[in-house]
């Protein structure tokens, strides 16, 4: 589900939960009052959207909730708006805790699934993104492709200009690909000094272009001392059923054609 979607998901569907309480409270006696319930819309606005639909949620409950009271003739509006008193207090209280939940488990799901130097997907994130998009390819016959590259003569960089600058190399490497790809695309640094972009709805000669571009622009990114070049890989999702693995295995060994016939080159290879 897109994030428009989702908004506007969570957006209806707490609309219609506020005025489902609503009809309830109206029709329930007078002594028992539903007012504890019209947090839970509340709470599912702050948590999937943020304090802003919390707030705004907050707002049309008060105004639902003043009404009744103003309508029944148990009070008049500056009771009745004082009354809503309690409400907004344990609502703010709550929203407050709900959204400090949510940035700490967003903050650990990036933690788990980031590489923590250059903040691309890890790993074990991209090889689930492979087997997502092999899926895909594999119901709808869609395209897709998979670039892999090993930077050239890392380690003695390292030893050269110590780990520092190593590291310092590998962020800018990482910050270079994600400008030279697109916005779909997905990057990922797979240990070391080895780095993939998944190409969705890309075929291989496509694929083949866009990783002599990012190549081209890994070089011009370090146009001085040190010098980075990378060898690269390339393969295209074909008929033939395979896994993330087999892809990742099969991009590499296309790498290592690469490094073989001189580095600093690309390589095209099928499924």
Not at 32 to 40: D, P
Request: overall charge neutral.
């Amino acid at each position: 589900m897109t994030a428009g979607r989702r908004r506007l998901t969570v957006i209806i569907g707490t609309i219609v939960l506020v005025l489902v309480i609503y009809v309830g409270d109206v029709l329930v006696q007078d002594n028992l009052r539903l007012g504890v319930f019209y947090l839970v819309p509340v709470l599912i606005a702050t948590w999937f959207e943020g304090t802003f639909w919390g707030s705004t949620c907050v707002a049309a409950t008060v105004i639902l909730r003043m009404t009744l009271e103003t309508s029944q003739g148990t009070a008049s509006i500056p009771l009745a708006f004082f009354h809503q008193a309690p409400f907004v207090i344990v609502a703010g209280i709550a929203m407050f805790g709900f959204r400090h939940m949510r940035r700490t488990q967003d903050e650990l799901h990036r933690l788990a699934t980031h590489d923590h130097l250059t903040a691309v997907l890890n790993s074990s994130a991209f090889t689930r993104r492979v087997s997502q998009e092999l899926v895909r390819h594999r119901r709808y016959r869609r395209p897709g492709a998979l670039i892999y590259l090993d930077l050239d003569n890392f380690k003695g960089l390292n030893d050269t200009h110590g780990h520092h600058t190593g590291d310092a190399v590998l962020r800018l490497v990482a910050d270079a690909m994600q400008r030279a790809v697109r916005e779909v695309d997905v990057v990922g640094r797979m240990g070391g000094d080895e780095f993939a972009v998944l190409m969705p709805e890309t075929d291989g000669s496509v694929a083949a272009a866009a990783a002599q571009r990012l190549s081209d622009a890994l070089r011009s990114a370090f146009d001085g001392t040190p010098a980075v070049t990378a060898s690269v890989g390339v393969v295209a999702f074909g008929e033939t059923p395979m896994t993330a693995d087999d892809v990742l295995r099969r991009a590499d060994q296309a790498m290592y054609e690469a490094k073989k016939l001189g580095k600093d080159r690309v390589v095209q290879v099928a499924l």
